[in-house]
């Protein structure tokens, strides 16, 4: 049974930094990319940063420069390491596991930047 386990959410003031983790549980998580998406109220779901097969990383232009993405395939990890949060941050973030056509969601976890 696939399981991904999605942490570190809370609030915090601006410029404020939050550690999110994502634990895959049923998958060789070596073979898959790890998106991180979010969702703000009312808003659509949008994707914030991957993590490669090949331990690269790609980021949404509004992220670049405070948010990285890493990922320990020993320990079927991914961490989404976000610096210089603002309140536009706020969001649900779900990660999102996929290779070859199959993919699988965390139940997400809520952030909340506000003063």
């Known amino acids: 049974q696939v399981q991904l386990v999605d942490s570190g959410g809370g609030l915090v003031q601006p410029g404020e930094s939050l550690r999110l983790s994502c634990e895959a549980r049923g998958i060789n998580f070596r073979l898959f990319a790890v998106d991180w998406y979010r969702q703000a109220p009312e808003k659509e779901r949008e994707l914030v940063a991957t993590a490669t097969v090949d331990n690269g990383a790609i980021y949404a232009d509004f992220v670049k420069g405070r948010f990285t993405v890493s990922r320990d395939n020993i320990n079927r990890r991914s961490t989404l390491q976000m610096n210089m949060l603002e309140p536009e941050d706020t969001a649900v973030y779900y990660c999102?596991?996929?290779?070859?056509?199959?993919?699988?969601w965390g139940r997400g976890t809520r952030v909340t930047v506000s003063s």
């Open positions: 999102h596991v996929r290779a070859r056509g199959s993919g699988w």
